[in-house]
């Protein structure tokens, strides 16, 4: 079984930054896949970043160059760093492990981008 606690969120003006913070119960290094899944009102869960147990990154389209995704694995904890927050970034914002033998979720983070 593995907890996430996702931290971070809140409020912020278009074109300012955010670093949010998920908390693992366990030794990320025994995690396949760590990632940040957003859900805006009235829209499905998309996928936003992730990081490999190997180190390896991806992003979905619409944040490359702006989110950047790392780990502190003495922490057991990711990260994931918003630069230019555009108001469509607005959602809440989850942190999601992967395993071999299961999946977790952690509860879930609000940010808001506007003015």
């Known amino acids: 079984q593995v907890q996430l606690v996702e931290s971070g969120g809140g409020l912020v003006q278009p074109g300012g930054s955010l670093r949010l913070s998920c908390a693992a119960s366990r030794s990320i290094s025994s995690i396949d896949t760590m990632d940040w899944y957003r859900q805006a009102p009235g829209k499905e869960r998309e996928f936003v970043a992730g990081?490999?147990?190997?180190?390896?990154?991806n992003y979905a389209e619409s944040v490359k160059g702006r989110f950047t995704v790392s780990r502190d694995i003495a922490k057991n904890t990711v990260y994931l760093q918003m630069n230019s927050l555009k108001p469509a970034d607005t959602a809440v914002y989850y942190c999601?492990?992967?395993?071999?033998?299961?999946?977790?979720w952690g509860q879930g983070t609000q940010v808001t981008v506007s003015s």
């Open positions: 990081i490999t147990n190997g180190g390896t990154t």
């Open positions: 999601y492990a992967y395993l071999g033998w299961g999946d977790y």
